[in-house]
């Protein structure tokens, strides 16, 4: 009987904060989208670019400088979901801070981080009012992980795997916590499409693409290879690279110092190519119809220089999610698959090239697979697979151990 209310309990809290957690998301994302909107207005010309991304990065110094440089990149905050010893209100508030500022002014990377922290403070006050335990405490917050991300990136599988437990902290019931995650998910997906008709009039995060039109060819799937491998090895250059510029910005001295050093390269990089500000989930299809007209060289220095500007801004402190700029990359990488390939169906091309790259880039191929085929393209399985049967092969020759 005592299990048995127990598990009632989960499912409750599962459902209703799940819900909640999600219409937060929605809200972070909101107020993100108000104050980019604020400062994006009008025409953006290069001079502006570069001092409005200068200022973001300017603000985001002085924050890492408040905290000491002790904020938590994605995968911290993931390793740490319901670890009530490791939340702390303050760094969590800047940390809040700084994601939206990083989205607000142009950063090219994903809303995760933000969301995170404004979720992860809701948490710890949900944990005061209801929860009796560690465990507890620990439950709560790995629900409102998992329904945030659920909902930001319309995938409750893709936000279960990403919020479920690590090894060091097994459950007396790992198949039943995961249901109870996915349960939560779902509700999250829910408060978050609820409170987005209110608050985001664009929309969420949603990408959309073409329809494919001819899903059943098999030829299309054994073409969609070429760009498969493609967006892998774009995927696979930003892992190769972050460490790498992580290493060459910590030389410049205090973190604040490496923020404006990282955000000049990225302030340079956007003002002289415009569509490389954000994190490129509204920007594809302005790219996919450009795309149309442009070379392979074209797509894939494109690519690259995403590929540059993610990097950098990560490196140097833009806290943020890879899984939407991964997006763009694949995309565009994919999409130079049709030089070599030109019959193959343009949304097949940039599908594979968008799930190879997401694969290999964020850290938990699973997940990412599942965000791919829910937020991008509940269609065209065969490129899906085909994509994540590549982005698979390159995660294992160069695992990643952090979630981007």
């Known amino acids: 009987m005592a299990s048995l209310k127990g598990e009632l309990w989960r499912a409750v809290v599962a459902v209703l904060y799940g819900a909640a957690a999600g219409m937060i998301a929605a809200a972070v994302l909101g107020t993100m989208n108000v104050l980019s909107g604020f400062l994006w207005s009008g025409e953006a010309g290069p001079l502006r670019i570069f001092l409005t991304v200068m200022a973001g990065g300017a603000l985001i110094a002085g924050l890492r400088l408040l905290d000491g440089g002790k904020e938590d990149d994605l995968a911290a905050q993931l390793r740490q979901t319901g670890d009530a010893s490791a939340f702390h209100w303050r760094r969590t508030a800047l940390l809040a801070a700084m994601a939206i500022i990083a989205v607000a002014f142009g950063g090219a990377i994903g809303p995760e981080a933000g969301t995170l922290a404004v979720v992860a403070?809701?948490?710890?006050?949900?944990?005061?009012?209801?929860?009796?335990?560690?465990?507890?405490?620990?439950?709560?917050?790995?629900?409102?992980?998992?329904?945030?991300?659920?909902?930001?990136?319309?995938?409750?599988?893709?936000?279960?795997?990403?919020?479920?437990?690590?090894?060091?902290?097994?459950?007396?019931?790992?198949?039943?916590?995961?249901?109870?995650?996915?349960?939560?998910?779902?509700?999250?997906?829910?408060?978050?499409?609820?409170?987005?008709?209110?608050?985001?009039?664009?929309?969420?995060?949603?990408?959309?693409?073409?329809?494919?039109?001819?899903?059943?060819?098999?030829?299309?799937?054994?073409?969609?290879?070429?760009?498969?491998?493609?967006?892998?090895?774009?995927?696979?250059?930003?892992?190769?690279?972050?460490?790498?510029?992580?290493?060459?910005?910590?030389?410049?001295?205090?973190?604040?110092?490496?923020?404006?050093?990282?955000?000049?390269?990225?302030?340079?990089?956007?003002?002289?190519?415009?569509?490389?500000?954000?994190?490129?989930?509204?920007?594809?299809?302005?790219?996919?119809?450009?795309?149309?007209?442009?070379?392979?060289?074209?797509?894939?220095?494109?690519?690259?220089?995403?590929?540059?500007?993610?990097?950098?801004?990560?490196?140097?402190?833009?806290?943020?999610?890879?899984?939407?700029?991964?997006?763009?990359?694949?995309?565009?990488?994919?999409?130079?698959?049709?030089?070599?390939?030109?019959?193959?169906?343009?949304?097949?091309?940039?599908?594979?090239g968008i799930t190879a790259a997401a694969t290999v880039g964020m850290g938990k191929p699973l997940a990412a697979i599942f965000i791919v085929a829910l937020l991008v393209a509940p269609f065209g399985a065969g490129a899906i697979c085909v994509g994540a049967l590549v982005g698979m092969m390159f995660a294992r020759l160069y695992p990643v151990g952090a979630v981007h």
């Open 121 to 352: 403070e809701l948490s710890a006050i949900v944990s005061l009012a209801i929860a009796r335990s560690s465990a507890e405490r620990q439950f709560i917050g790995e629900v409102g992980a998992a329904a945030a991300l659920g909902g930001l990136y319309g995938s409750p599988p893709g936000g279960t795997l990403l919020a479920e437990p690590k090894a060091e902290r097994p459950q007396a019931d790992p198949k039943g916590h995961q249901i109870i995650l996915f349960l939560a998910a779902l509700a999250g997906l829910a408060g978050f499409l609820l409170a987005a008709k209110l608050l985001l009039p664009g929309g969420g995060m949603r990408v959309h693409l073409a329809p494919v039109a001819a899903q059943d060819n098999p030829w299309q799937i054994v073409a969609a290879l070429v760009p498969a491998l493609l967006g892998g090895l774009a995927g696979l250059a930003f892992v190769v690279l972050l460490p790498w510029f992580q290493t060459l910005l910590a030389r410049f001295g205090n973190v604040g110092v490496q923020t404006l050093v990282g955000t000049a390269g990225f302030a340079a990089l956007a003002a002289t190519f415009p569509i490389l500000l954000f994190s490129g989930h509204h920007e594809i299809e302005e790219m996919l119809h450009w795309a149309g007209s442009a070379g392979m060289a074209e797509l894939l220095g494109l690519a690259g220089l995403k590929v540059l500007c993610l990097t950098l801004c990560l490196a140097s402190g833009w806290r943020g999610g890879a899984a939407f700029p991964l997006i763009f990359i694949g995309a565009a990488a994919g999409y130079s698959a049709l030089a070599v390939v030109p019959a193959l169906d343009p949304t097949v091309a940039s599908l594979a």
